[in-house]
């Protein structure tokens, strides 16, 4: 079931941020106001799938191998943002 978990994040991450959301209290144990969540879904899904994965398997702290986690969210929002940029570039020319 966990590995079902990994493939809907990563092809529907706002998807899974929603039906997480709805079905657990993952978001309230992670952060502290509504707000940045909903910013997350928002901007930058894959950073705050990856951040709440870390404060939940970390014991609250982001150390060791989940650092590593966080810059590929990061990357993963960052290409994203940057492959549509380029698609609307390339259409204007």
Request: proline share 3%; glycine share 8%.
């Amino acid at each position: 079931m966990g590995y079902l978990y990994v493939i809907l994040s990563v092809f529907c991450p706002r998807v899974f941020m929603f039906f997480a959301w709805l079905m657990s209290d993952w978001f309230s144990r992670t952060f502290e106001t509504r707000i940045w969540p909903f910013l997350g879904f928002l901007f930058m899904p894959f950073i705050t799938l990856a951040y709440m994965a870390t404060m939940l398997n970390n014991e609250g702290s982001v150390s060791g191998g989940w650092i590593v986690l966080l810059i590929v969210g990061v990357l993963f929002d960052l290409g994203g943002s940057s492959s549509v940029s380029a698609s609307r570039n390339s259409k204007n020319s």
